[in-house]
């Protein structure tokens, strides 16, 4: 669609969102908590719908919790664009990951809304069911019920297993969510295939993020096109020796959990540089029975692999896997690999690739291409729609901490990028 206005976003008004929704789950350090269905969450999805309200975008929520804002297109046959991200946020992270995707989306719809043109078809912005997976260790549950990438069947027995710090299940904490009534309401575990789409309902999915690295800093770029999002592989791993009175086993004598899992760490780092592309990170980890004058008899800690090339990453994976079973042999304790998620990489779509260049060049900016290393929800609704991905400059590359930050300018001129790709989609 050609841009009959030169009328755009309202880069103002969008920084006062974004400041605003930052403030639910601000810690002493600066840090924003906002964990799927926690009380900040809650209170943040209350404020977007009434936004989205106040806007006159026709708010809904569906089983899954996911939120959306629309515009009703002339033609209701025709496939719609679907623009969004995620306002959860990792444990004290940043106010920007996820949050800036949502809100320029809702600027986008508000904006074109106000030069009063309606589409041909419709337009909706979307804020994703935890995206991050903080709470529950479970990533992607807005999305993957939208896309139906896996079967409901299987998403509400995830859901059933997946706990909290406090034992709370998924599935528990979403039908007290939705005992807030209202727009919650409508939120149902246990008929989540509801909030499935069909592969005909979308022409294509637009996500714009910080980009969370220095590839833009460092080319001294604002904005960036995204080629294609690297798949990822998550497990979880136990490691289990004998515990025992640290002052009266001899060294020779002892089944260390902790010890084995420090050797398999250092072999997991080898692994991944010499991959020549792989990335592999244990994030979290938790030793029992966590006393300083006790031999460690047990330690879980987590696994995550990724990398753009699936071949590659799958290889990875194995020799990890064939690594943490040598070292265990070796040193006479046993090990549990439980992997519990796995998502392909995917390429940017042609399709919104070329509206994203057109963007680029109706604003006289260079284009400039580069990969995700972070997964996104985007790679999710590659399963059922086009995609493609705009990356906002992250300043320091710093992502998931307090200190995240992104400029005024860079915001609002990733906000007019979205804004010439979204009408060209139209």
């Known amino acids: 669609m050609k ?13 006062d969102d974004l400041m605003t929704l930052g403030k639910f789950g601000r810690g002493a350090d600066g840090g924003v908590t906002k964990t799927s269905f926690d009380t900040e969450d809650i209170k943040a999805r209350k404020h977007l719908l009434q936004m989205l309200a106040d806007a006159d975008l026709d708010p809904y929520m569906d089983e899954a919790g996911n939120i959306f804002g629309q515009i009703h297109g002339k033609n209701s ?7 969004g991200s995620h306002i959860d946020t990792v444990r004290s992270g940043g106010c920007f990951d996820g949050a800036m995707g949502v809100l320029m989306g809702v600027e986008v719809l508000r904006s074109i809304k106000e030069i009063g043109l309606q589409p041909e078809r419709t337009l909706r912005v979307v ?6 997976g903080a709470r529950f260790d479970y990533a992607f549950v ?33 039908k007290r969510a939705s ?18 789409l069909g592969k005909d ?49 001899g060294m020779s004598e002892r089944k260390d959990a902790l010890s084995a899992v420090g050797e398999c760490l250092l072999a997991i780092e080898k692994i991944a540089r010499q991959s020549g592309g792989s990335v592999a990170t244990v994030g979290k980890l938790a030793v029992q029975p966590g006393s300083g004058n006790v031999i460690p008899g047990q330690v879980d800690f987590t696994l995550d692999v990724r990398d753009i090339c699936d071949e590659r990453r799958e290889l990875t994976v194995q020799k990890i896997y064939e690594v943490i079973r040598e070292i265990s042999e070796h040193r006479g304790v046993s090990c549990e690999i439980r992997p519990f998620q796995s998502l392909p990489s995917v390429m940017s779509s042609p399709v919104v690739v070329e509206a994203i260049r057109e963007a680029f060049v109706d604003l ?4 400039y291409e580069l990969p995700s290393g972070a997964a996104h929800d985007a790679m999710v609704m590659g399963s059922i729609t086009e995609i493609g991905m705009i990356f906002v400059r992250s300043r320091g590359g710093i992502s998931h901490h307090p200190e995240e930050w992104s400029s005024f300018e860079d915001v609002a001129l990733g906000c007019e990028v979205l804004y010439r790709t979204t ?3 139209l």
């Open 3 to 15: 841009i009959e206005s030169e009328r755009t976003i309202q880069a103002d008004r969008l920084w």
């Open 77 to 83: 046959d025709l496939p719609a664009i679907l623009i």
């Open 127 to 132: 804020a994703f069911t935890d995206e991050e």
């Open 142 to 174: 807005g999305s993957t019920a939208l896309s139906g990438a896996f079967s409901a069947n299987q998403l509400r027995e995830d859901l059933a297993l997946a706990v909290d710090q406090e034992g709370i299940s998924y599935t528990d904490a979403m």
């Open 179 to 196: 005992m807030e009534g209202g727009y919650f309401s409508r939120i149902n575990p246990e008929q989540i295939k509801r909030a499935q």
């Open 201 to 249: 309902e979308l022409k294509a999915y637009i996500e714009i993020h910080i980009e969370q690295g220095k590839v833009l800093e460092s080319q001294n770029l604002a904005v960036g096109m995204v080629s294609g999002i690297s798949g990822g592989h998550w497990a979880e791993v136990t490691i289990k020796g004998e515990a025992g009175h640290a002052g009266t086993i």
């Open 364 to 367: 006289g900016y260079p284009i």
């Open 423 to 425: 009408m060209k989609l």
